[in-house]
């Protein structure tokens, strides 16, 4: 059954998909547009028996969909409608014939252009997939349901909180996920990601008093209390790499400062700004990280004479950031997976580690254990070389197919 689902994947048609995917932009916190394509794209395919929009905020909205039966094991296939900005495009493929960033043009047989990976493509293999499997006259035993969200990206102002899966997880924008097992398809070079790491970010801001330049004892320095702050943060992230060991697939948890800015008159600079990232493994607690971070930003502060100002400003399903989230590699829907690769590429299963945060630790909360996969490099994507492997979208997409069909238990209709 889960073979002929897979040999019933039209190569042609997940791409036309995808590049259609591709030219309608759906940059943070514009996805709307590109959800009611989604939708007409679900119907057209008719492989889901019922699917919808509902808009949590103007212009905003997630789509859902189900397929098959409530009589053996349930799936979740899940993906962000949003990508981010294409400023970086524009400005590098000035003048080339690859300056659309919504162009999709196909070169040497990949398909180029924002979103194409993350995650246009993981989307329209779900699309693709299930209508896969009842164009192979199958019917899943199980539950399949699809879940498009909005507000994945960062990076956009007043988004990139994830709105979308929050709202769809409390309840506002349609049914309430539910599922066995979960793949949220962000790129992963068609691994199996199993872990996540979490993450916060960091805004620390020192306040002194700015003095002209030939009276420097009338001010106080915040660039001087800066340098104090980043001696011991860069400090603190070479203790975190000596006392947390490294996770398997995931490696070090760590500090990183991301940005610093300060002075620009001539005068005894009055103020300091510094952001940082925190990586955080499986087992840390946020909370704990942060009350460290802030704890060393006001001690400096203290001793330099500065006013201190901390916030933590990337809260996901977490207060100051995004936990990290793990499903052991023996769980029966990681062993399904794999299975699934195997029989479609010939290839060993890989389980790696995703080098990013993403939205299944909101799934995780549900009582839902997911993993990330899809085809594409995260290594290639919020850049201008955003491009995407026809023939691992393809398998990626079979794949998809095959692991509905087996996992979901999908007989002749």
Not at 80 to 105: I, K, M, N, S, Y
Not at 160 to 169: F, L, P, Q
Not at 265 to 271: E, K, S
Not at 334 to 340: E, H, K, P, Q, R
Request: include cysteine; hydrophobic fraction near 45%; charge should be negative.
């Amino acid at each position: 059954m889960a073979d002929r689902a897979a040999a019933a994947v039209d190569g042609d048609e997940i791409v036309r998909l995808v590049r259609a995917a591709v030219g309608i932009p759906s940059v943070t916190p514009n996805e709307e547009a590109f959800g009611r394509w989604v939708l007409d794209a679900m119907n057209a395919a008719a492989g889901f028996d019922d699917a919808g929009l509902v808009a949590f905020e103007p212009g905003r909205a997630n789509v859902w969909g189900f397929a098959g039966d409530d009589a053996g094991r349930s799936l979740l296939l899940a993906g962000h409608l949003d990508t981010v900005a294409t400023d970086d495009w524009l400005q590098h493929w000035q003048g080339t014939d690859r300056e659309d960033p919504f162009g999709a043009h196909v070169i040497d047989g990949e398909i180029w252009g924002r979103g194409v990976a993350d995650q246009k493509a993981g989307i329209c293999a779900i699309i693709e997939a299930v209508s896969a499997v009842r164009r192979a006259g199958l019917r899943p035993a199980g539950r399949v349901s699809a879940l498009f969200v909005s507000d994945e990206e960062s990076g956009q102002p007043g988004s990139g909180v994830s709105a979308g899966i929050r709202a769809a997880t409390e309840g506002r924008s349609g049914p309430l996920p539910a599922a066995d097992f979960a793949i949220y398809t962000e790129p992963t070079t068609s691994a199996i990601y199993t872990a996540q790491m979490g993450f916060l970010i960091a805004d620390i801001t020192y306040t002194g008093v700015s003095a002209y330049f030939g009276r420097p004892e009338l001010g106080v320095d915040a660039l001087r209390a800066g340098h104090v702050l980043l001696e011991r943060l860069w400090a603190c992230s070479d203790e975190i790499r000596g006392s947390v060991p490294a996770h398997e697939l995931l490696g070090e948890a760590f500090l990183l400062v991301t940005s610093v800015s300060s002075g620009g008159n001539i005068a005894v600079p009055g103020r300091f700004d510094l952001s940082l990232i925190r990586k955080v493994l499986p087992g840390e607690s946020l909370d704990s990280a942060a009350e460290q971070i802030g704890s060393i930003a006001a001690e400096a502060a203290h001793e330099c004479g500065v006013e201190c100002d901390v916030r933590f400003s990337a809260p996901r399903d977490h207060r100051v950031g995004g936990t990290p989230d793990e499903v052991n590699a023996d769980h029966p829907g990681v062993l399904a997976l794999a299975d699934s690769i195997e029989a479609v590429s010939a290839q060993p299963a890989r389980i790696e580690g995703a080098p990013y945060w993403s939205e299944k630790p909101f799934l995780r909360d549900m009582g839902i254990p997911s993993v990330y996969f899809a085809p594409g490099d995260i290594s290639n994507c919020h850049t201008p070389h955003e491009r995407l492997d026809i023939d691992e979208l393809v398998t990626a997409t079979r794949t998809l197919a095959h692991f509905i069909a087996q996992w979901c238990e999908a007989a002749d209709q």
